[in-house]
C-alpha cells in the first residue's frame, strides 16, 4: 500500500463529526454558513482596483509535479490537508467549433503551498486519479462545473468530493455570482490581480513560465482560502453593509 493510499484508507475510517473537522465541512455539503442579514453588493472593479494587493503563495511554495514520485509524494500532502484548493486550465480555442482537449494542468493547493500537475498526454497519474476521485478529501473551487465535465469527458475521470463555492456565497446571502477576484474584494478587502493574457497563454506545455505557475497555483488557493473564510464567518465582506 503506497503512502497516499493509506492516507486516504484513513481518512475513510474518520466517523462522520471527525471527518468534517478535518476537511472543514460535513463531507461535501460545505460549512455551515453564516448568513448575512444586510449581504454586500456586487464591488465595482474601480473600488477593487483601490484596495491593498493581495499577496497570494510565493513562487517557493509552487511545485510543479514532473514525475510519478512527485506525484505520489504531492497527493500524499494534499490527501493529508482534508481540504484542498482546486482548479484546472486549458489551453485556449480560438477556431469556431474547436473542442477543448483540456483540462492541460490541474492545480491543487493546501493553505501553504500549491502542486500544478499538467496533463499533457491526455492522461494522468495514478495517484492524482485516486484523490480526485475520492470523496474523503474535499476539493473546493469556483464555478467547477465545466472543469469536471473536462475531466470526465477527456480523463475518463469522476472527481468526487467536489465543493463548488458559486452556490456557498448565495447560501451566505451574496446576490451577485462571486469569482475569485470579487470573493478576495469582499471577503479579505484585497484585490487579486488577474492576467487575461495569461488565462489565454498556452497551458498544454510541459514548460510553465513564472506567471502562469503563480496564475494557477493562486487560482487553487483563493478557493481555500475563501472557503475557509466563509465556513469561519471572517473577512472584510461579512463586515460590510449594502
Not at 80 to 95: H, L, N, R, V
Not at 232 to 241: C, D, V
Request: glycine share 8%; net charge positive; proline share 5%.
Amino acid at each position: 500500500m503506497t503512502g497516499l493510499q493509506n492516507v486516504l484508507k484513513q481518512l475513510s475510517r474518520l466517523p462522520g463529526r471527525l471527518l468534517a473537522a478535518v476537511s472543514g465541512g460535513k463531507g461535501v455539503a460545505g460549512p455551515t454558513i453564516p448568513v448575512l442579514s444586510s449581504p454586500p453588493r456586487h464591488i465595482d472593479k474601480a473600488a477593487i482596483l483601490a484596495m491593498p494587493p493581495f499577496a497570494g503563495l510565493p513562487l517557493a511554495a509552487i511545485e510543479v509535479v514532473q514525475t510519478s514520485e512527485a506525484a505520489e509524494r504531492a497527493c500524499k500532502v494534499l490527501a493529508q490537508a482534508g481540504t484542498i484548493g482546486f482548479d484546472t486550465e486549458s489551453k485556449p480555442t480560438f477556431q469556431k467549433g474547436e473542442q477543448s482537449q483540456g483540462p492541460h494542468l490541474i492545480q491543487l493547493s493546501t493553505a501553504t503551498q500549491a502542486f500544478l500537475f499538467p496533463v499533457l498526454d491526455g492522461s494522468i497519474a495514478a495517484p492524482l486519479r485516486a484523490l480526485l476521485e475520492s470523496e474523503q478529501v474535499v476539493k473546493v473551487g469556483f464555478d467547477l462545473r465545466s472543469d469536471k465535465a473536462q475531466m470526465a469527458a477527456n480523463l475518463a475521470l469522476r472527481c468526487q468530493g467536489v465543493q463548488d463555492l458559486v452556490p456557498l456565497f448565495r447560501k451566505a446571502g451574496y446576490r451577485n455570482t462571486v469569482g475569485a477576484v470579487q470573493a478576495v474584494a469582499l471577503l479579505f478587502g484585497q484585490h487579486y490581480a488577474k492576467s487575461k493574457s495569461v488565462k489565454m497563454s498556452n497551458w498544454a506545455t510541459a514548460s510553465l513560465s513564472v506567471k502562469q505557475q503563480r496564475y494557477a497555483a493562486n487560482d487553487a488557493y483563493v478557493a481555500l482560502r475563501a472557503y475557509l473564510a466563509l465556513a469561519n464567518g471572517h473577512g472584510a465582506g461579512s463586515r460590510r453593509r449594502s
